[in-house]
């Protein structure tokens, strides 16, 4: 099988393991409900993912994608560690609050296992924080954000950006945000932390 069907093979069963998710939760999707679902062998779900973990966490790894390219290609190219939060942040903001890392948090908070939760922050958090992180180190060490850490610097970012705002999707105490309301989030966030960092 080529790279562009296997990668199209590879969508629809990961398609197949978030419906089945939303319908039955971790605890009741199993690697063989998904290969029935996906009309694909069990024995290719355990050899492309090696088990139901590996699986959502590569269903997470895929929604994140779009924050952590930009994230390291913004590294890689040594962008303005600023304008980069300004691009990044609708895009992680609108990622975090949308239906799929939602419904993934919802059926994470049902496991008792605590399987999903871990591949949530395996494949999400663990993932696109060190990379913010780096783009921080960039701005403190060159005097250009004032804080004592890259870490301290990622932490007030994010919580300003982010808050309680997922928590409240989560818990059904928040619809779901327009692209308007995204962006003024974002706004206000960047807007706040060029103050707490004295940013000119």
């Not at 492309?48 to 390219?69: C, M, P, Q």
């Not at 494949?123 to 004032?146: F, H, N, Q, W």
Request: glycine share 6%; hydrophobic share 45%.
């Amino acid at each position: 099988m080529d790279q562009d069907k296997r990668a199209q093979r590879a969508r629809q069963i990961e398609k197949a393991a978030f419906e089945l998710l939303e319908k039955h939760g971790y605890s009741g999707t199993s690697m063989l409900s998904v290969a029935r679902h996906a009309k694909a062998s069990n024995e290719t779900l355990y050899r492309w993912y090696g088990d139901k973990r590996g699986l959502f966490r590569s269903i997470v790894e895929n929604n994140a994608a779009t924050t952590r390219h930009k994230l390291k290609a913004a590294i890689d190219g040594n962008a303005d560690p600023i304008t980069v939060l300004e691009e990044i942040a609708p895009v992680l903001l609108s990622m975090l609050l949308g239906e799929k890392a939602v419904c993934l948090n919802r059926a994470a908070a049902a496991d008792e296992t605590g399987e999903l939760g871990l591949a949530i922050a395996a494949a999400g958090r663990d993932t696109v924080y060190p990379l913010i992180c780096r783009l921080m180190e960039r701005g403190v060490s060159t005097g250009a954000l004032k804080a004592t850490s890259a870490e301290m610097a990622a932490d007030w970012f994010l919580n300003l950006l982010i808050g309680d705002l997922q928590i409240r999707r989560v818990i059904h105490a928040l619809a779901v945000p327009t692209e308007k309301d995204i962006q003024q989030r974002a706004d206000t966030a960047i807007f706040a932390f060029r103050r707490l960092c004295a940013i000119a």
